[in-house]
């Protein structure tokens, strides 16, 4: 089969389709035929060496596809069923890709749509759940408009809390369809928040990384109420937390998708879709930012 692969680190030019075997499923999971697949900003920061030292190396962690083999004990799953999720190391850019965290794609969703979401909606509700959001809190999400700010919006939301999102004028009216109360960023937006929340807010929740830390410690009423998961040397300088991985996941979230998204309580955007063929323009594309919502490779 065909799988994204890099052998030495640089820009999108040293991206290549290359020929692997087949992989198979272990114990609980199972092998799809890819339909697509998700791209994060982790995979140019990979690609350049910043993340990762490993030589050569496969990418992609999220796809969506349709279930061709199964692993030993897979019990919740049949040839032929939609599902999305979670790669068990790398290697979701490929015709063939095994998940070991999947669930069923909710019907209304496209395969784009739902390779869109596991990466966003984990990050999004790990951050979540270590900032402790719940009923009847509220939290300021700057950088709202993105695809885990919105996937963060929505998970709040969702769990009974008041959400204030920080997003350029444009984005207003979409963080308004989300359940959230926009407010502009740049100078001035601790006012514009109290001017919504006299007293300040409860959590904050920084997803842009755009050096507001102080803002929102002052706004949450202490570092202890604030997370990050874009800002690392902020959290240094100002003891906020920064949100990892490895202090747990929240794969629990994509089995709780297709109930939000059957609802109408939970959509993430498609920016953009390519072809597995033009993943080195999809990186180029996804480095510029000028495409709103996930970009999904389409390997055929």
Known sequence: ?????????????????????????????????????????????????????????????????????????????????????????????????????????????????????????ETAARALDQLGVGGGVTVLVNGASGSVG???????????????????????????????????????????????APDGVDLALDVAGSGVLPELIQLAGGADHVLTIADFAGTEQYGVRFSRGDGGHALYVISQLGELVEAGKFTLPVGRTFPLTEVAEAHRVGESGRVRGKLVLLPG
Not at 29 to 35: A, D, E, G, L, W
Not at 44 to 64: F, N, S, T, V
Not at 171 to 181: I, K, N
């Open 150 to 196: 919105s996937a963060a919006v929505q998970l709040a939301v969702a769990r009974g809390a008041r959400v204030v999102g920080t997003g350029s004028l444009a984005t207003h009216d979409f963080l308004r369809s989300l359940g959230a109360e926009p407010v502009a960023y740049g100078p001035g937006m601790s006012d514009r928040v109290r001017a919504l």
């Open 1 to 121: 089969m065909k799988s994204v692969r890099f052998s030495r680190f640089g820009g999108p030019e040293v991206l290549e389709l290359a020929e692997v075997p087949d992989p198979r499923p272990g114990p609980g999971q199972v092998r799809i035929s890819v339909r697509a697949a998700g791209i994060n900003a982790s995979d140019w920061k990979k690609r350049q060496g910043l993340i990762d030292q490993e030589l050569p190396q496969a990418m992609g962690h999220e796809a969506a596809g349709i279930v061709d083999e199964l692993g030993e004990g897979v019990t919740d799953a049949e040839i032929g069923d939609r599902v999305f999720g979670f790669t068990a190391s790398s290697g979701a850019q490929a015709e063939l890709a095994v998940l070991s965290c999947y669930a069923p794609i909710p019907p209304s969703l496209s395969f784009a749509e739902a390779a869109a979401l596991p990466a966003a909606t």
